[in-house]
Every structure is written in structure tokens, then in C-alpha cells.
């Protein structure tokens, strides 16, 4: 209880989680809605056990920057694999260098059950932030609207660590910098598959139906949102099965744009969207979609 009672000075809102764990008590689904920085409710929350504490951080008008430490067995991808980048945190760093700036220790800071830091940083009023999994650089998250981090004073137990969490440095958050915001709210590029040049025999002259139908389901993969990302290839290998099953497209070159166009989401970090679920939501879904052929009429060539 001493955390989530100093979480509620500073105006943040929280909710129990699990003892023990990082999931949401039974009940606390909706937990962006139940979070709290009311010191009645929670007393009552955490007078009866003592449950880990989580703090909302888009009701706390909190982005907190998750540096997270390797698992065994991982390492950095090809554009991290440089000397010294081990960890988040040397991610974080090289970002930072890169930026000309420091890096930061002016704010409110936590060790992770791993070994990993939390830096906390207030919002700027008006600006709704969003989490982000990987996207900035090599097991770097950030947790804003929408997302929780769990906090001081918590015991995690869990096969891949056990440890607790701790105040690293008591300082009151800083302004999130303007170098990190802009860095934030960069729009995610949309790479657009580029099939032209890479078919080849019969499929370059695909008609213009089919070569929209593939364009577009190979967009709706790359404009997919974290959440969603399987389901929006689950649907488009679905749809190009049918397209498969009927003869009018190979399927090699269905497999290959949607190995494609699914690659700007595969992280090797936590929460990432792994290249083997992938395949594997690819190689179901197109054989599923085979077995239910469409129906297409072709528009007959007028001789000249």
C-alpha cells in the first residue's frame, strides 16, 4: 500500500494486480476505467492483501520509457547488433547519442524485476500518446495511453525472472523532452509492396482486379495496429487463398507479398509479432481460404 498511497500524492492513478504477478485482479478488466488515486479506495483495495500495484499511465498523464533486459537466447537484430548494445538500456543510449543528447537521469526512475528501468515523464497537455513495442530501437517499449507499468514495492514471481521493482530515483518526473516527443509522434512509414517488378511469366499480366486484390490485402497487413496484426493477415492470406484455390493467382508470389508486407511488424522484443506465428497464420489461413475457391469471370479480350 505505501506506493499506491504515494502514486495517489503525485496525482497518478492505480490498481492492484495479481500478488505475485503482472496481470490485472479478477474484476479489474476494464482497469484503464477502475484505476485510482482516490487514498479511500485504495485502502480498501490493498487492506486486504498485499497485491502488486499497476499504474495507468494515460489516466496518470504518464509515457514511461520500459528499457528491458535480453532473455536468454536473444539478441539484437542486424540494425542493433552493434558493440555495447546488450540491453535497452545501451539501446537507449545510443538513441540518445545519436539525438546529441544525454542520457536521461533527471527523472522518476525504477529497476525492474530484470534488471530492466522504467523512466517515467509527464505527458504535455493535449498530446495523447499511445504505446509502442519495439518500434524505436531494440527491447525499448514505451507505456502511455492504454498501457500500465507495474510499480514500486511490487514482487513479481514468474518463470522468466523473479525479482521486485524499486525506486531508482525519487524524483518527480520530467517533462517528456522535445527530442523524445518528436521521436514519438514521427509517423510510422507505410512501405507499399512493390509487386510489379518481381512478377514474372503470366502474373505480370494479371488483370486489374487481381492485381489490386493483392496490393490491397498486402496493404491491409502493413497498415495493421498492434492487436491486430494477426488478424489482419489472417484475413488477407484468407482472401488470396480463394484467389489460390481458383487458379488465378500462384501461390508463391501470394506467400512472398505477404511475407512481405507482414515483415515491417516482426520484432525479437517482448510483445513482438514473431516471424513463425506469422508464417505459421499464413500457411492456415491460405490453405483455408484454398479449400473455399471464388468465383471469378474474366472480361473477354475484344480482338482488334
Known sequence: ?????????????????RPGHKTPLAGFTDWEQHATADPDRIAAFWGRRPFNVAVACGPSRLVVIDLDTPKPGKTPPPEWDLPGINEGADAFALLCERAGQPFPTNTFAVRTRRDGLH??????????????????????????????????????????????????????????????????????????????????????????????????????????????RNHALNKAAYNLGRLVGAGALPEPVVRETLTEAVSIHLSPGRDGFTETEALATINAALTAGARRPRTITRRQEVAA
Do not use: K
Open 1 to 17: 500500500m505505501p506506493f499506491a498511497l504515494a502514486a495517489a500524492r503525485r496525482g497518478w492513478h492505480v490498481f492492484p494486480l
Open 119 to 228: 523512466l517515467y515523464y509527464d505527458v504535455p497537455p493535449g498530446l495523447d500518446l499511445r504505446n509502442t513495442n519495439g518500434r524505436h530501437g531494440w527491447l525499448i517499449d514505451t507505456r502511455a495511453g492504454g498501457g500500465y507499468v507495474v510499480g514500486p514495492g511490487s514482487h513479481v514471481a514468474l518463470p522468466d525472472g523473479t525479482g521486485t521493482y524499486d525506486v531508482v530515483n525519487d524524483a518527480p518526473p520530467a517533462p517528456l523532452p522535445g527530442w523524445l516527443l518528436e521521436i514519438l509522434t514521427a509517423p510510422i512509414p507505410t512501405p507499399t509492396p512493390q509487386l510489379g517488378a518481381r512478377l514474372s511469366g503470366d502474373v505480370a499480366d494479371l488483370d486489374g482486379y487481381l492485381q489490386a486484390a493483392l496490393n490491397g490485402e498486402a496493404r491491409r497487413v502493413v497498415e495493421a495496429q498492434i492487436g491486430g
